[in-house]
């Protein structure tokens, strides 16, 4: 059984940087894509940043030329790097492994990215 654990969220100001990281253990093999999500109080769970494991990336409009996904598939492990943070950006950030792509897979338990103004 695969488990997912993100780390690196925390409270920054706005225009500040964060690096979140996801690391899985159990059978990471199945995963073709790993990616990141976000919600914000309130919102619907959105799609963030993927990655697939032959490296093709995918952002959100919004985080474009500010987020960066990366994965070191020897370290089971993905990362986003978030630059230029916005408070729009703020909420609780969830890592995904896909069996599919994403839309079927794993999901890590979470966590928060707070950006004040």
């Known amino acids: 059984q695969v488990q997912l654990v993100e780390s690196g969220g925390g409270s920054v100001q706005a225009g500040g940087f964060l690096r979140l990281s996801c690391v899985a253990s159990g059978s990471r093999a199945i995963f073709n894509a790993m990616g990141w999500y976000r919600q914000a109080p309130g919102k619907e769970r959105e799609f963030v940043a993927g990655?697939?494991?032959?490296?093709?990336?995918k952002y959100a409009d919004d985080v474009k030329g500010r987020f960066t996904i990366s994965s070191d598939n020897a370290q089971n492990t993905w990362y986003l790097y978030m630059n230029g943070l916005r408070p729009e950006d703020a909420g609780v950030y969830y890592c995904?492994?896909?069996?599919?792509?994403?839309?079927?897979?794993?999901w890590g338990q979470g966590t928060q990215v707070t950006v004040s103004s």
């Open positions: 990655i697939t494991t032959g490296g093709i990336t």
């Open positions: 995904r492994g896909g069996i599919a792509g994403l839309s079927t897979g794993a």
